[in-house]
C-alpha cells in the first residue's frame, strides 16, 4: 500500500466559485512571509487498520501527492475510517533566498514512536510511526507513517525553521491501541493552535505513546501584512452568495427575527442610568458607546406596541455581517448575525417528561449567529459554527443538507433560536440522573400516559430545544448588511458599538414560577425538578437581554464550543 499511487480526494463543497482569484486570494498558496504554504487536495493512502478509534472502525494514513514545484512535505495526515474525507493539510516551499539558514531543513534522523507489528489491530501489513529529529533552531511538524521498519529517507520530510512556528494542544483524538506495556500502546490526536493571533494549522496528527510526551508545531504567520491574503470586497459578496445557509424557524414560533432598524422605528426605549427613557434616534445616534454592559440596556415599547414588536418581522429582517480573519490569515470567518427582539420561554427534559417552563428564560433581545469558515487557498467553505445558548458547535458542511450543492440548511429552535443542522429536538444535557430517580421518574410517567414517548430511554436532563422546518425561512444571502470588516477601514454604525444590553434584566421568584410550570406533576417529580433547575446555568435559561455582537467575546477571539 506504500507505493498505491490511487488518487484520493477530500471532499471540497460546492463547484468552483465566480470570483476572479488574485495574486494573494484564491490561488492555491499563501506567503506566510518566506514561507509560503500550498494546500494539498490528492493523497495516496500509505497504511490503514481497520479496528479501534471512534466507533471502532480504524484509520487511515495518507501522503499528499500532486503538489507543485518546490514545495515539501511537513507530515503525513490521519483520519478515522468512521468519517469522510475532508482534510486541510498544508505543504511548505521556502522563499527566504537564504541557502544558509532558510525556512527548512532536512531532519538529521528519525525516532519510531509506534509500530502495529504483532499486534491484533485489523491490517494487511504492519505500520510505523516515525518522529523526525529537528537540527537546532528547526521543529517537526508532523510524523511520517511506513510500511518499512527502515527508517525514512532524510530528505522525505521537512522541519520549520523556529520563528515561523507556533504552540499547538491536543484537540480531537482520532485512533489508538492499548495493552499492557508502553511500547505498543499508542493515542493520535489532531492538534490545533494554542493561541488565536497568527498561528496557521497544519492538518497533521500527533503521535504519542506511553513514554513520549514529545510535541508538534503549527506555523505561524510572520509576514509585515499579514492579511494580505484575505478576500476584497467582491470576493466576499462571491462567497455569501455561494455559501450563506437558509435559516427555517419553528411551524410555531411566535418570535421571529427582524432588522435593528425595524424594532428601533417601531419604539424601542434606551433606558440610562440616572436619565429618563427615550426612544432610539435613527439607527442608534443615542446609544451609549461607554460604558459597562449594565449602564443601560433597551426595551420594547411601551404601550400596545409592545406585543407586535415582540413577535418580529420577518419580512424586513437583515442578516449582520462581520468579516475577519482566522487561522493566521488563512482562512476568512463571515459571520451571519441575527437579531431577535424577543426570547421565547424554554423547555426542561428530566428523562421521560418533557416541561415547559413558561415565562423562564423569556428576554427582550436575542442575539444568534452562524459562522462561515473559508479557507484563502481556493475559497472553499470549511466549517459551519452554529451558535446555541452562549456557546456553539463546529460542524463539517457534509453533515448539512446542503441547498444548490454549496448552501446548508440551518434550523432556529422555538423561542430560544439556537441553530442546529437537523429538524429534530435537541437537549443540552446538564447532567445524568441518578438510578433512583430516573426509576421514579418512568414508574410515575407510566402511571400518566402509556403511549410511546421517543425519550422514553432518555436518562439526562437539560435544556430542550425543538427545530423544525416550515414556511417561514431566510435566505441569508438576500437579506444581509456587512457591518465590519476587520482587515478594511471601514464606519460602522452607530448601534454596532453600542456598550449596554439589548434588553432589562428579569426578576421573578423562581420558585413561584417553578411550583406554576410543575402543579400537574406528581409530587416526587415536582421536588426532583425545582432541584435540577437550580443546578441549570444561567446563560441555558436566560434572564437578561444579551449584550449585541460587538460586546461579545467572539467578535475578536474564538468561538465558546460546547
Not at 532536512?106 to 523526525?132: A, C, H, M, R
Not at 500502546?185 to 489532531?190: E, W
Not at 484575505?230 to 455569501?240: G, K, L, T, V
Not at 449567529?369 to 460542524?395: C, P
Amino acid at each position: 500500500m506504500e507505493n498505491d499511487t490511487r488518487d484520493v480526494s477530500f471532499d471540497v463543497i460546492g463547484p468552483s466559485l465566480s470570483y476572479r482569484a488574485d495574486i494573494n486570494f484564491g490561488n492555491g498558496a499563501i506567503d506566510l512571509g518566506g514561507l509560503e504554504v500550498y494546500q494539498a487536495l490528492h493523497f495516496k493512502k500509505i497504511w490503514e487498520t481497520h479496528k479501534g478509534g471512534p466507533k471502532g472502525c480504524g484509520a487511515s494514513f495518507y501522503e499528499p501527492i500532486s503538489i507543485p514545484a518546490g514545495f515539501s512535505l511537513i507530515g503525513h495526515y490521519c483520519k478515522p475510517n468512521s468519517i469522510a474525507m475532508f482534510a486541510s493539510v498544508l505543504t511548505v516551499k521556502d522563499n527566504t533566498g537564504d541557502p544558509s539558514h532558510g525556512a527548512l531543513k532536512n531532519p538529521i534522523d528519525y525516532i519510531l514512536i509506534w509500530t502495529s507489528k504483532g499486534l491484533n489491530v485489523s491490517q494487511q501489513q504492519d505500520g510505523y510511526i516515525w518522529l523526525p529529529v529537528s537540527p537546532d533552531g528547526y521543529k517537526p511538524m508532523g510524523h511520517i507513517v511506513t510500511t518499512s521498519p527502515e527508517k525514512p529517507s532524510l530528505d522525505k520530510v521537512k522541519c520549520v525553521r523556529s520563528d515561523f512556528t507556533d504552540l499547538t494542544k491536543v484537540e480531537k483524538w482520532i485512533w489508538g491501541h492499548r495493552m499492557d506495556g508502553s511500547s505498543s500502546m499508542v493515542n493520535l490526536h489532531a492538534t490545533k493552535p494554542k493561541t488565536r493571533g497568527l498561528s496557521v494549522p497544519t492538518g497533521l496528527f500527533l503521535a504519542r505513546n506511553g513514554s513520549n510526551t514529545h510535541e508538534l508545531a503549527c506555523l505561524k504567520m510572520v509576514k509585515n501584512d499579514p492579511y494580505s491574503a484575505m478576500p476584497n470586497s467582491e470576493q466576499i459578496r462571491a462567497m455569501i452568495n455561494a455559501y450563506a445557509p437558509w435559516v427555517y424557524f419553528h411551524p410555531d414560533e411566535q418570535y421571529l427575527p427582524s432588522s435593528v432598524l425595524w424594532f428601533f422605528q417601531s419604539g424601542a426605549e434606551l433606558h440610562q442610568n440616572g436619565q429618563s427613557s427615550r426612544r432610539v434616534i435613527n439607527d442608534g445616534d443615542n446609544l451609549p458607546s461607554y460604558g459597562g454592559a449594565d449602564d443601560a440596556f433597551l426595551d420594547l415599547p411601551s404601550g400596545q406596541d409592545k406585543e407586535r414588536v415582540k413577535k418580529g418581522f420577518l419580512s424586513d429582517a437583515v442578516n449582520y455581517i462581520h468579516v475577519k480573519p482566522s487561522l493566521g490569515g488563512t482562512c476568512t470567518d463571515i459571520v451571519i448575525w441575527l437579531y431577535y427582539p424577543f426570547n421565547g420561554g424554554g423547555k426542561f427534559q428530566l428523562g421521560p417528561f418533557t416541561i415547559n417552563l413558561g415565562s423562564i428564560g423569556e428576554h427582550v433581545g436575542d442575539w444568534e449567529h452562524i459562522t462561515l469558515r473559508i479557507d484563502n487557498f481556493r475559497g472553499s467553505l470549511m466549517e459551519v459554527y452554529l451558535s446555541q445558548h452562549a456557546k456553539g458547535t463546529w460542524l463539517t458542511p457534509n453533515q448539512f443538507e446542503l441547498m444548490n450543492g454549496t448552501r446548508p440548511v440551518v434550523y432556529a429552535s422555538l423561542h430560544g433560536h439556537s441553530h442546529y443542522s437537523t429538524p429534530t429536538s435537541h437537549v443540552h444535557l446538564a447532567g445524568k440522573l441518578n438510578p433512583n430517580d430516573l426509576q421514579m421518574l418512568h414508574d410515575e410517567f407510566h402511571k400518566m400516559n402509556s403511549s410511546i414517548n421517543s425519550w422514553k430511554n432518555f436518562i439526562g436532563f437539560g435544556v430542550r430545544d425543538d427545530a423544525a422546518k416550515s414556511n417561514n425561512v431566510m435566505d441569508v444571502a438576500s437579506t444581509y448588511n456587512v457591518i465590519c470588516i476587520d482587515y478594511k477601514d471601514f464606519g460602522m454604525e452607530p448601534w454596532v458599538k453600542y456598550t449596554g444590553r439589548w434588553g432589562p434584566k428579569i426578576t421573578y421568584d423562581f420558585i413561584k414560577e417553578i411550583m406554576k410550570i410543575t402543579d400537574d406533576l406528581p409530587s416526587l417529580v415536582k421536588k426532583l425538578v425545582i432541584k435540577l433547575l437550580k443546578k441549570l446555568p444561567a446563560e441555558l435559561l436566560g434572564q437578561e437581554g444579551p449584550q449585541g455582537p460587538k460586546m461579545k467575546e467572539s467578535w475578536s477571539g474564538d468561538e465558546r464550543v460546547l
